[in-house]
């Protein structure tokens, strides 16, 4: 158990509706990141957020969005979905924002199917 | 920008036999992460590697850092089943976002 929290682990919805998937970070990480897991894409970074303050975005779609709440919790809201947007949705945490010598842990993710 | 390419994408070997997994980058390596990741599953932190020719060990599994060749080498002694699964490499991609990327992955069988 990494210490990173997600919910849902699974998620079926419609074309064109929205979701929100929730992460919790390990206790004490203040970092926050979203990356997406398919199968023709591999693992992409999606968005990173430090104490509330968005760090750096990735191939992030505009019908995709996150935030940190001030108890560091983060949501990605995913809306007008299209069944491209099937996917595994990791959460990862770490303490600091900088990649060297900060070791960043996984959630199990949340798995969207969109039908 | 930068790109990881992991060798071999797929490898199958006997259980007790030793293997080892390629990770190269296509510029300079700020730091390097192994997981390890069951199908459909989380990633499982293996190792951190933050500077050139350093090399660290957990239980049979060994990853070294080569800085001039922007090249990782995880290696696996004596294989078991519990290996199995897809080992993924990961670096930051320097400059001011400093973000984690992720190579192509690479699936390990290991058979009894």
């Known amino acids: 158990d990494s210490g990173v929290t997600q919910t849902p682990k699974h998620l079926i919805t419609a074309t064109g509706q929205r979701v929100t998937l929730r992460c919790s970070p390990r206790s004490g990480d203040l970092s926050v990141y979203w990356y997406q897991q398919s199968l023709d894409q591999g693992l992409q970074f999606l968005i990173h957020y430090y104490n509330g303050e968005e760090r750096a975005k990735g191939n992030i779609l505009e019908r995709f969005s996150a935030q940190q709440f001030p108890d560091l919790h983060s949501e990605l809201n995913l809306s007008s979905l299209e069944l491209g947007d099937s996917a595994l949705y990791f959460c990862?945490?770490?303490?600091?924002?900088?990649?060297?010598?900060?070791?960043?842990?996984f959630g199990e993710g949340s798995w969207l199917t969109v039908v | 920008s930068q790109e990881l390419e992991q060798s071999p994408q797929s490898l199958i070997v006997q259980e007790g036999k030793n293997l080892t997994i390629n990770c190269t980058s296509s510029?300079?390596?700020?730091?390097l992460y192994w997981y390890k990741q069951k199908y459909g599953e989380g990633l499982i932190f293996l190792m951190m590697?933050?500077?050139?020719?350093e090399e660290k060990s957990h239980e049979k599994i060994t990853a070294k850092l080569d800085e001039k060749k922007q090249q990782s080498s995880l290696h696996i002694t004596a294989s078991q089943p519990s290996h199995a699964g897809i080992y993924l490499c990961?670096?930051?991609?320097?400059?001011?976002?400093?973000?984690?990327?992720f190579g192509t992955g690479t699936l390990l069988a290991v058979q009894p």
């Open positions: 590697l933050q500077k050139g020719g």
């Open positions: 990961g670096a930051g991609n320097g400059g001011a976002t400093n973000k984690l990327i």
């Open positions: 510029k300079t390596l700020y730091g």
């Open positions: 990862a945490s770490s303490v600091r924002a900088g990649i060297s010598g900060n070791t960043i842990y």
